[in-house]
């Protein structure tokens, strides 16, 4: 035996089996690979806006003091969060990004002998953090791509401690409704949380909004977490965040790193926050970009999943692979998602309204629509 397996077998078990999570492929790595000049990225969810202003003018003025600790508290952050949303800030936790809430409640809730339950098609997060926590996860078939709440709640047992629920869910763009959810929540044990997953809430309109924050206090139980990274355009710096019940959140806190979000992330986050221009434009050309790939779908016959995110993911009736290939040559970056058990499926990032044309043009070559 070689020391390197020697050393893989040390690990504990739901490590040994764990499949590390698939990025989006890099710009860089695409222009080292092909040599390509023009290269565009729809591949992770991101804003393409780019930053906001304040936030660049903001991490400049923080930029001089990167020799002292962060607030390992957050409290400006925390503060703003609590305002605007009206909770206490004492409900409120900080996270690297809203996966490291995941992970941090995974690590407080689940350990061998426990489970988690989730849907098929879930956002890939949900498993790493069940299986490296030596938990079994418990998976719900889907319904049309979507959540069948029913069938996950025909899962939960005495064992469950975590419900998984992204909604909208990564990568089908599926949302349920909030009647459909506050019934699930409030038919689930004391005994098992129901993380409630909106990275992608500030992107749905008025009609879909679930107003999950006001189910807080009657359900002890949940948690909801929610991110800078997609509408806030900080998938960069890291900062996501969860509110819960001031129980759950002591908890949480006790697990984490004490400076788990750096300073420039804070200051960002909160100067983003506070940046309620950059968010209504990023909303609306979300949903121009929507309209845009949807019209370009339904000319080349292409079926699609109705999202009420900043992607949408697109049915190739065939192998999504090779096409994946053909646009990566074509200096677009799109995300296959057969890891998903969606073969046939991929996932689009909405662009710039540039960006969206430039991928439509290279799909429909690449199909040999035109
Ligand atoms: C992008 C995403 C997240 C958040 O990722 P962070 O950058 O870690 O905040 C969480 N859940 C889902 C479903 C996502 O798609």
Redesign the pocket.
Known sequence: MNSKSMVAQLAVPGVQALVPYIPGKPVEELERELGLSQIIKLAS?ENPLGPSEKVLSVINQVSTDLSRYPDGNGFGLKTALATKYNVSIDQVTLGN????I?ELLARTFLQPGLEAVFSQHA?A?YPIVTQAAGATAKIAPAQEYAHDLGAMLALVNDKTRLVFI?NP??PTGTLLSAQALKQFIGALPETCLCVL?E??YEYMDAEQAVDSISWLTEYPNLVI?R????AYGL?GL???YSLSSSAIAELLNRVRQPFNNNSLALAAAEAALADGDYLSESVSLNQKGMEQLSTAFSSMGLEWIPSAANFVSVNLQQDAMPVYQALLKKGVIVRPVANYEMPKFLRISIGTTEENQFFIDALSSVLGKR
């Open positions: 969810n990004g809203s996966n490291e995941l956002f997060v992204a869910n990564n997953d990275a992608y977490t991110t800078f990274s997609k998938a890291r900062v996501g």
